[in-house]
């Protein structure tokens, strides 16, 4: 029967990156996505697959159930863009201005459509129920994963897949890990007040960029010298704010930055670490402060077993040359919230596209096409996999 789901899903190409295309041509900003969802609500409304609508916001949830029992088991695609200009010159462009998935998410859901398209032919022959999850808002904290769990759409799901096209990886690569796999996401923001003043006259100001800068550079030393360095984590400054003419020393400054790490404890060390270096600093100069740290998204930690029928999954892809385990990456994701309900695991499809191979967040963000059907693929195998072992 796999091999027949896979046929079919190779002669649904066309149709998937038409549904891609269109979908990066319209793309919709988190907690926005109203458009894109009533899309997708209507994607199997005429399929004649049962669907929720808004579920923990603008989430979309299809549930097949099979011929034969079996364990019900989600899939996951996200469909939210970014605030980002696209600046590719291709006929699919985006024509929001100021908005562009960016990130793949169009592919994902293109995919997963499909995925269900042809999984409905295939209904009666079919083992458990299948659910698929289509999830708004991962982009931006608190996300959409974590309202869906805690709606309770899921409380009847024995597992959860997931996947992202990945733009930086080679076409034909699968990669995953059996462990924790990406990285909890923080975001803080710290203000400086000082004292301003004329730029003649410093010895009767507290300069607040001064201030910052120091703030910043012993920032620094929280990873390089307070923490194991057998742990992983990263402090990031993205935004820096104070002044307003050359001759005037600023009176405020902004801080705004990122922590990633792949360990709780760690992430409470680096908070303790970075109120004592702010706490010290600002004393030592006479300013005050204002710290504010925004906890995100947690690690996405993948299920060993699931996480290993991925790779299992991948080697029985024709497409697929390389399915590895690797080290943990930086950035994060909110599927984290459904392995911490659920058992589970995510991974990467491999989409470098070549001769265009840009970061994800990138004006010129695209992927290789050719992995829709390879992520398609790869998740309901896993899926008839799970069904075999459970």
């Not at 907690?31 to 399929?47: G, N, P, V, W």
């Not at 562009?100 to 459509?113: E, I, S």
């Not at 080697?315 to 590895?324: G, L």
């Amino acid at each position: 029967m796999l091999k027949e789901v896979h046929k079919m899903l190779d002669s649904l190409y066309p149709e998937m990156v038409e549904i891609r295309r269109y979908l990066h041509q319209y793309p919709e900003l988190s907690f926005q996505e109203t458009k894109t969802a009533q899309y997708i609500a209507d994607f199997y409304k005429e399929l004649g697959i049962p669907y929720q609508t808004k579920v923990g916001g603008n989430g979309v949830i299809a549930t097949l159930k099979g011929g034969k029992p079996g364990k019900t088991v989600a899939l996951r695609a996200d469909f939210d863009a970014l605030p980002i200009q696209d600046e590719k010159d291709v006929p699919y462009k985006s024509k929001v201005d100021g908005v562009m998935h960016a990130c793949g998410h169009d592919g994902h859901t293109a995919q997963l459509l499909m995925l269900a398209k042809t999984m409905k032919e295939f209904q009666t022959e079919l083992f458990g129920t299948i659910v698929f999850l289509h999830q708004h808002a991962e982009e931006y904290a608190p996300g959409g994963a974590k309202p869906i769990v805690e709606s309770g759409a899921l409380d009847h799901v024995d597992a959860i897949f997931g996947t992202h096209l990945w733009a930086t990886t080679p076409f034909g690569v699968l990669q995953t890990s059996k462990d924790v796999f990406m990285a909890g996401a923080d975001r803080f923001e710290i203000t400086i007040q000082g004292q301003g003043g004329h730029g003649a006259y410093p010895h009767e100001t507290k300069d607040a960029i001064v201030i910052g800068s120091q703030v910043i550079s012993d920032l620094q030393q929280i990873v390089s010298r307070r923490l194991d360095p057998l742990e992983t984590a990263v402090l990031t400054i993205g935004k820096f704010e104070a002044g307003t003419a050359f001759n005037v020393i600023a009176d405020k400054a902004t801080l705004v930055g990122t922590v990633r790490y792949l360990n709780t404890d760690i992430q409470e060390k680096i908070i303790d670490e970075m109120e004592k270096i702010i706490k010290g600093v600002c004393t030592a100069n006479d300013a005050t402060y204002d710290f504010n740290y925004e906890k995100g998204y947690p690690p996405l930690v993948n299920h060993a077993g699931d996480a290993e029928l991925v790779l299992e999954a991948g080697e029985k892809i024709d497409e697929v040359h390389t399915a590895e385990e690797v080290v943990p990456v930086m950035g994060g994701e909110d599927f984290a919230y459904y392995t911490i309900a659920k058992p589970g695991a995510y991974f990467f499809t491999g989409a470098a596209k070549e001769g265009h191979i840009y970061p994800h967040h990138h004006p010129k963000f695209d992927i290789d096409e050719r992995a829709l059907p390879v992520a398609a693929k790869t998740l309901i195998q896993a899926y008839f996999d799970y069904q075999e072992k459970n």
